[in-house]
């Protein structure tokens, strides 16, 4: 396939970077198909996963079980009245879901999904994704200060200082890793569990619990779901959100969620590596285990006050994480 | 070694496209009937009093300073994690010696009550 287009592009005399520009287009347009499959799928999950927690028995009329139910929101959601408020920063407004999805697609350029299949192997995909991820909150700081609305700017506002008290410790915990593979790709992770002869979990017992606690509030997902607290904000940052724009904040918060997903199977559970099946449906099974695993947490935990949500991040987990940097460090200068 | 950026741009400028190009597809579907009251920020069904985009509280200004000071000290880890390795015992004490200094930032932070909400 990348040698039949590249023939091709020879043949009409092109210079070299249109094959890779063309050959990035069609990776992407593959990972945006993907992206959205599992979005929908992981909405239909959640709803499912929901109600089955709270007895009940959730979508059941939409399709087989209401596996449709999703799709059927998606189209309804396209057709609906696209408001702007009169009082809002227009172009912020706008620009906001744009730069929500766009960096929720863009942390999949590293993620391997097997040792072939992945877009580009960067040499410092670590920082990449702590850079790339963090371009979420961004988005919804734009989206809550532009509505000009009092609940969306309260929203934004603990999504930032959220983000920024959680950030450090799911760096120290990612370096932690990093100490034990020697690099920053993400294969070479993969690779170095391998070499290790084990996954990093059994090395980084503190680690793990670091980072998921970070991940999920990055994610802005329950128990740290301040920034939306729907019984006091409405819909904190997206409150004056409609239609397909609102659409895009939750495609780019599972689209997160699944990429979050990925990135701890690939840190502490081995990535792809398994035995029997193909590597793929490994690192699938990895990935949705996670994902169950945060449901089943959001909707088993009340969500925590806000001043407690920030002691946690500073006074708990930063230690934690620089405790287990220490420990790893010593482990990488002894044994390694 | 730039060729490999290719890719971040491309997808970049694709998720970007794909949310425009829905909107766009979106116009031809969707009703539009503005009316003042429709186009009027959400403040539980009053009419909003004032600007929204001036209230907030300063604490998160604290938050945000100890970030920065922090945020900037763990990419110094970055390059030490990848090669402490070859480098042994004395990057180790180097970096230790770093990771205190870091540590009494964040006590001194915690006992100015930088980090409590009030």
């Known amino acids: ?83 702007i408020p009169s009082s809002a920063d227009r172009a912020v407004f706008v620009i906001a879901p744009i730069i929500a999805f766009a960096s929720a697609m863009l942390v999949y350029v590293v993620i391997p999904w097997s040792p072939n299949l992945i877009v580009q192997d960067l040499n410092i995909g670590l920082i990449y994704i702590a850079a790339v991820s963090s371009l979420l909150t961004l988005a919804l700081l734009s989206a809550g200060w532009s509505s000009n609305n009092k609940w969306s700017l309260l929203g934004a506002m603990r999504s930032a200082s959220q983000l920024i008290s959680y950030e450090v410790s799911l760096v120290l915990s990612i370096v932690s890793v990093a100490l034990l593979a020697g690099t920053l790709s993400l294969n070479g992770i993969v690779q170095a569990q391998q070499e290790w002869g084990l996954w990093f979990v059994v090395l980084q017992p503190i680690g793990v619990f670091v980072f998921l606690t970070a991940t999920l509030a990055e994610l802005n997902r329950a128990p740290f779901d301040m920034p939306e607290a729907e019984s006091e904000l409405v819909a904190g940052y997206s409150t004056e959100y409609s239609g397909m724009r609102w659409a895009y904040f939750m495609l780019a918060e599972y689209s997160a969620l699944l990429a979050a997903g990925a990135l701890n199977a690939v840190l502490f559970w081995g990535g792809w590596s398994g035995p029997f099946l193909p590597p793929a449906v490994w690192m699938l099974i990895k990935v949705y285990g996670f994902v169950f695993l945060a449901m089943w947490i959001r909707w088993s935990f009340p969500r925590i006050r806000v001043d407690h949500l920030m002691n946690l991040g500073w006074k708990v987990l930063l230690p934690l994480a620089v405790v287990q940097l220490l420990i790893t460090a010593i482990i990488v200068v002894v044994w390694g | 070694m730039l060729e490999a950026y290719t890719d971040v741009a491309v997808f970049l400028v694709l998720g970007a496209a794909f949310v425009v190009i829905n909107l766009l597809i979106g116009r031809l579907i969707r009703p539009h009937r503005p009316y003042p009251a429709k186009l009027s920020p959400y403040e539980c069904g009053e009419d909003p009093i004032g600007e929204a985009q001036i209230n907030f509280h300063s604490r998160y200004y604290i938050y945000a300073l100890v970030f920065v000071i922090f945020d900037v000290e763990t990419i110094f880890l970055y390059p030490w994690a990848v090669v402490l390795r070859e480098l042994g015992l004395y990057a180790f004490i180097l970096m230790f010696i770093f ?15 930088a980090l409590k909400w009030v």
Request: avoid cysteine.
């Open chain 2, 99 to 113: 990771l205190v200094m870091l540590l009494d930032g964040l006590v001194y932070a915690w006992k100015k009550g």
């Open chain 1, 1 to 83: 396939m990348q040698q039949f287009i590249s023939d091709q592009i020879m043949a009409l005399g092109l210079p070299q970077w249109t094959f890779n520009v063309v050959w990035a287009l069609i990776q992407g347009l593959l990972v945006l198909v993907f992206i959205l499959f599992n979005a929908l799928f992981l909405i239909w999950l959640e709803r499912k996963v929901s109600g089955h927690i709270q007895l009940r028995v959730g979508p059941m009329r939409t399709g087989f079980h209401g596996a449709l139910q999703t799709l059927a929101d998606a189209l309804k959601l396209l057709g609906k009245e696209d408001i």
